[in-house]
């Protein structure tokens, strides 16, 4: 079965410090691939180079048999490939519901002339648009959260919030950053639930955590970096167990 991404032998180095070393993966479709290691191991500099924040020295990257090294970050969210941040990037001063509703691409509001022309489409839209936001809400238990001020919510909540602009987005492919850290067990769960049921939906999930029992409760894969290299992949529970794992990371 062909990849939905499959990264090549990418390569990064900033100013002599290798963040990637001709690291590849190929991820399946409507899997959940979860990637491991110490703090500067190169997960999240992976990430942006996934999602056009920073171009690769050398390599490529494919998304269904498209390169996409070369494009805007902009244009590889219009592909379907979405991201979170470590540091959420939320618009704190607005509610809930209206945070979410930026995230919908392609809204025919955005451009000037379809106010004129085409006003009764864009209410369609944005009614639908409304509906699917509060549909989402309800999905992880914060209907009543959608008019609070992103920052009245707690941190957990807040994380919950930048999941769901990334579905709003039309996420096919997902990349989570650390989306449990820092949160209390309760929320931690809901979250977990609602990644677990994303492969159901379509939606292909690649996160990166250090919360392992995190990692054991959902992925189907499991990546350990370290140094900007593939140490080790496979089964979560066979990558937990190879001894360089533990030798360089969980113990």
């Not at 379907?80 to 470590?86: K, P």
């Not at 920052?151 to 096919?172: F, H, I, T």
Request: charged share 20%; proline share 5%; glycine share 8%.
């Amino acid at each position: 079965m062909e990849p939905v991404l499959h990264v090549d032998k990418i390569y990064k180095n900033f100013d002599g410090t290798v963040a990637l070393d001709n690291f590849s993966v190929k991820v399946q479709a409507a899997s959940i691939t979860g990637i491991i290691g110490p703090n500067g191991a190169g997960k999240t500099t992976l990430f942006n180079v996934i999602t056009g924040f920073l171009p690769p020295d050398s390599g490529s990257i494919q998304y269904n048999g498209q390169l996409l090294v070369g494009l805007p970050p902009y244009k590889i969210a219009r592909h379907g490939i979405i991201r979170t941040f470590q540091q959420l990037r939320l618009i704190t001063r607005l509610p809930v519901l209206d945070n979410i509703l930026l995230a919908f691409q392609n809204q025919a509001g955005e451009r000037l002339r379809n106010i004129f022309t085409f006003s009764r489409l864009i209410k369609i839209q944005e009614q639908a648009n409304r509906k699917k936001t509060q549909e989402l809400l309800d999905s992880l238990g914060i209907r009543d959260k959608e008019n609070a001020l992103v920052e009245d919510l707690s941190y957990g909540q807040q994380k919950m919030v930048s999941l769901l602009c990334c579905l709003a987005a039309g996420a096919k492919v997902v990349l989570l950053d650390e989306p449990v850290a820092g949160v209390n067990p309760e929320i931690i769960n809901i979250i977990l639930d609602m990644i677990r049921k994303l492969p159901e939906q379509g939606v292909t999930v690649i996160l990166i955590e250090h919360n392992m029992d995190a990692i054991m409760r959902v992925c189907d894969n499991l990546i350990f970096m370290d140094q900007g290299k593939k140490i080790a992949e496979g089964d979560p529970e066979m990558v937990r167990n190879n001894p360089a794992v533990i030798e360089a990371y969980l113990e």
